[in-house]
């Protein structure tokens, strides 16, 4: 996608990468997890670079010491390339672990080599119009500087009355910002729902159902500030009884699952109930409808307190549940 645009407007978007990193949310690796991170470099130093993916998520990566990289060839074996040749802009893959920092540690790291020129040609021309940048603000914060203390001369001579009452107004603002956020940090509000299946009268996750709780997990640790809620159900298969522990079952299946795979913190498992066969969302009388009614629903939820600027998303297939 890059080497399409002109040199120019991907000067443009580089800066701009860099301008809002720090707004940018970073994921936290699990210790010793395998990962396969994809997307572009954001930012690098001599400690390592930022990779960001095609959903906007930042990833912390060091290269191991004896770590692959190579470009990719279609005759077999690339070319290898010391980590210094990493530079914003660059379009790869890195394989690897998490480690004890969230960061993730690279053992083999791919890229296409026209990519690498486009990246590098970037570069050389970003770097300088960085370095003035650099320069004039530091000239221009020097010069704020001053005049910051010739208006402090000025507002102390007319007795400083305007400064006081802005510096209050900001003060009072603020205070109420932070109450604010502070009376949002127990407000949780839907990111996004998920529904698993099951088989008749049976608790165990199918190969399926595994694979969306991976995704649930996965958008889980990026966030911050979140709860997993989770509720079993059943069909009107068997007694009422039997279908109540059932869906009790069902539901202590996904928490296990999170848990022991994904390493979910017991602090975020919210609620978690199984209702047998009430709220069923289906006709009981068919097939189809027993089918969807023995599931079990997540609910990712995030703190507004945590999360000013949370996206409530919805799962298409339980939007009607």
């Known amino acids: 996608m890059f080497k399409k645009l002109p040199v120019m407007l991907l000067t443009i978007l580089l800066g701009a990468m860099s301008l809002f990193a720090q707004d940018?949310?970073?994921?936290?690796?699990v210790n010793g997890q395998k990962y396969e991170i994809k997307g572009v470099v954001v930012a690098s130093d001599s400690s390592g670079f930022v990779v960001r993916d095609s959903v906007g998520v930042d990833t912390r990566v060091v290269v191991a010491p004896n770590a692959s990289i190579k470009n990719n060839s279609f005759w077999g074996s690339g070319d290898r390339f010391p980590a210094s040749s990493i530079v914003r802009g660059l379009v790869l893959q890195a394989d690897g672990r998490g480690d004890s920092t969230g960061t993730l540690v690279a053992t083999k790291i791919r890229f296409d080599k026209s990519d690498l020129e486009v990246a590098q040609s970037i570069e050389s021309r970003v770097e300088?119009?960085?370095?003035?940048?650099?320069?004039?603000?530091?000239?221009?914060?020097?010069l704020s500087g001053q005049i910051d203390e010739l208006m402090a001369v000025s507002n102390a001579a007319r007795g400083g009355a305007k400064a006081a009452q802005d510096s209050a107004d900001a003060a009072i603002a603020g205070v109420n910002a932070t109450n604010q956020r502070i009376s949002s940090l127990d407000d949780y509000v839907v990111q996004s729902t998920a529904t698993v299946n099951f088989k008749v009268a049976s608790a165990k996750l199918s190969e399926e159902a595994k694979a969306e709780l991976d995704q649930v997990a996965q958008a889980a640790m990026a966030l911050r500030g979140y709860t997993i809620e989770v509720t079993g159900f059943a069909s009107s298969d068997g007694n009422e009884r039997a279908?109540?522990?059932?869906?009790?079952?069902?539901?202590?299946?996904?928490?296990?699952?999170?848990?022991?795979?994904?390493?979910?913190?017991?602090?975020?498992?919210?609620?978690?109930?199984?209702?047998?066969?009430?709220?069923?969302?289906?006709?009981?009388?068919?097939?189809?409808?027993?089918?969807?009614?023995?599931?079990?629903?997540?609910?990712?939820?995030?703190?507004?307190g945590l999360n000013q600027n949370v996206e409530v998303r919805s799962n298409p297939t339980t939007d009607d549940q």
């Not at 300088?128 to 020097?142: D, I, K």
């Open 128 to 142: 300088p119009v960085e370095t003035r940048l650099t320069a004039t603000e530091q000239n221009a914060e020097r």
């Open 243 to 304: 279908n109540k522990i059932l869906s009790e079952k069902r539901a202590q299946a996904v928490i296990d699952y999170l848990v022991q795979t994904h390493n979910v913190p017991l602090r975020r498992i919210g609620t978690s109930y199984g209702f047998g066969e009430l709220q069923a969302i289906a006709d009981n009388s068919t097939l189809e409808g027993r089918q969807e009614n023995r599931r079990v629903e997540i609910k990712l939820l995030v703190s507004r």
């Open 24 to 29: 940018r949310q970073v994921r936290n690796l």
